[in-house]
């Protein structure tokens, strides 16, 4: 079966240092990926999705970026966090477009 | 921006009881979905209904959809304490890999 792993599950940053979180899928090849962040008490909205190896698209203009080295990893980036950025930040999976995405249990970011 | 909005934002109700929330949308779409968050954790997948549908089950909940409307509703039927959690609708257009999400409805039933 498929598993979804999203790791560190919390995350505390001073302003001004790097993030990395990273998102790894088992279980299928070649899926569709999302990084979705989620401010308190409200709905996602979509960071970046991808199709493929290399491949990110990115929704929103911001301090962050996506990459995707190999096929079931995907990994949200800054070089430098503002105190903007703070939120759940929520990676999912798909095999198709049209089909309903699969999420991983978050990764809860502070800046202070 | 917003594509689908959940009405109410908040419900709260007994254990047994029925919950109803809805969800308005402002553009075409090839699909809708209905996805659950418990506090702090991801979202889980409910039922996906496509734009050719009008009603869809699945154990006690039922999904309707009014493309007409641009409205759909999920109805969850003797609830359950553990029914606890957010309700999101999610929509999907044709030929896009994104889901746009509304604010969610927080359900809360009380034992």
């Known amino acids: 079966s498929q598993t979804i792993h999203q790791w560190p599950a919390t995350l505390v940053q001073p302003v001004g240092s790097p993030l990395s979180l990273e998102c790894t899928v088992e279980?299928?090849?070649?899926?569709?990926l999302y990084w979705y962040r989620q401010a308190a008490g409200r709905g996602l909205q979509l960071l970046f999705y991808?199709?493929?190896?290399?491949?990110i698209s990115s929704e929103v203009p911001q301090n962050l970026s996506a990459s995707r080295p190999q096929d079931r990893q995907f990994i949200l980036s800054s070089k430098k966090l503002l105190l903007s950025d703070s939120g759940f930040y929520l990676c999912a999976w798909n095999g198709n477009e049209d089909q309903p995405q699969h999420f991983g249990d978050g990764t809860r970011l502070s800046i202070l | 921006s917003q594509q689908g909005e959940e009405d109410p934002q908040a419900l709260s109700i007994q254990e047994g009881e029925n919950a109803t929330m809805n969800c308005s949308y402002k553009t075409s779409i090839n699909n809708l979905q209905w996805y659950r968050q418990n506090s702090g954790r991801g979202l889980v997948h409910l039922i996906l209904?496509?734009?050719?549908?009008r009603e869809k089950h699945s154990g006690r909940l039922r999904v309707t959809l009014d493309t007409s409307k641009k409205s759909s509703s999920l109805l969850i039927t003797a609830s359950r304490a553990a029914d606890t959690a957010s309700y999101f609708c999610?929509?999907?257009?044709?030929?896009?890999?994104?889901?746009?999400f509304g604010s969610g409805t927080r359900l809360l039933v009380r034992p």
């Open positions: 279980g299928t090849s070649n899926p569709n």
């Open positions: 209904i496509r734009s050719n549908e």
């Open positions: 999610a929509t999907g257009m044709d030929s896009s890999y994104k889901l746009i």
């Open positions: 991808s199709v493929g190896i290399g491949q």
